[in-house]
């Protein structure tokens, strides 16, 4: 079994900071690429961020110069730190992993946290 568990959210005012945190645990043999997707009402899910387990990253242009991913490898998470929040990020934010099962696979499986809400007060 493989969960993602998120930390973080909550309500801020608009210019205030928020820093989201992900754990994966379980039974898998790596944790390929990992990132933050978030899903306003009425809207589709969209990218945030993403980083490779190497440290590479790519960022929605909304969030660039705002919001910074990181991730510790060795604890498998992934943190989303947002400065300068806009009453436009609210939405509900989720975390996803790519994870590698078994070392004889070759396929990587997407797996995703419960969500955490995020709020942004002009």
Request: with cysteine; aromatic share 10%.
């Amino acid at each position: 079994q493989v969960q993602l568990v998120e930390s973080g959210g909550g309500l801020v005012q608009a210019g205030g900071s928020l820093r989201l945190s992900c754990v994966a645990s379980g039974t898998f043999f790596k944790v390929n690429t990992m990132g933050w997707y978030y899903q306003a009402p009425g809207k589709q899910r969209e990218l945030v961020a993403t980083i490779t387990s190497d440290g590479r990253t790519n960022y929605a242009d909304s969030v660039k110069a705002r919001f910074t991913i990181s991730r510790d490898n060795a604890k498998n998470t992934v943190n989303l730190q947002m400065n300068s929040l806009k009453p436009e990020d609210t939405a509900v934010y989720s975390c996803n992993a790519r994870l590698r099962r078994t070392w004889y696979e070759k396929s990587d499986y997407d797996y995703w946290g419960q969500g955490t809400q995020v709020t942004v007060s002009s």
